[in-house]
């Protein structure tokens, strides 16, 4: 082999694992972001059902022993 078809293999495997770490850091981007949006989705329901915080619940703490 010379060294100039082995140079081009070297890069041809480089310029694949390139391709292959970048596909894969895509597709755990997205990953994250439907993790993302599917726990805010989460979130916004539990607070929608909870129920509502009245203004007088607590305001009269006897402090008094």
Avoid: H
């Avoid at 293999?9 to 895509?26: I, P, Q």
């Avoid at 993790?35 to 009269?60: C, F, H, R, W, Y």
């Amino acid at each position: 082999m010379s060294s100039i078809t082995g140079t081009s293999a070297n890069f041809g495997f480089e310029a694949l694992s390139v391709a292959m770490t970048k596909r894969a850091t895509e597709q755990q981007g997205k990953a994250a972001l439907q993790l993302l949006e599917s726990t805010a989705q989460s979130v916004e329901q539990i607070n929608a059902s909870a129920p509502k915080a009245s203004g007088s619940v607590g305001s009269s703490v006897d402090v008094y022993a």
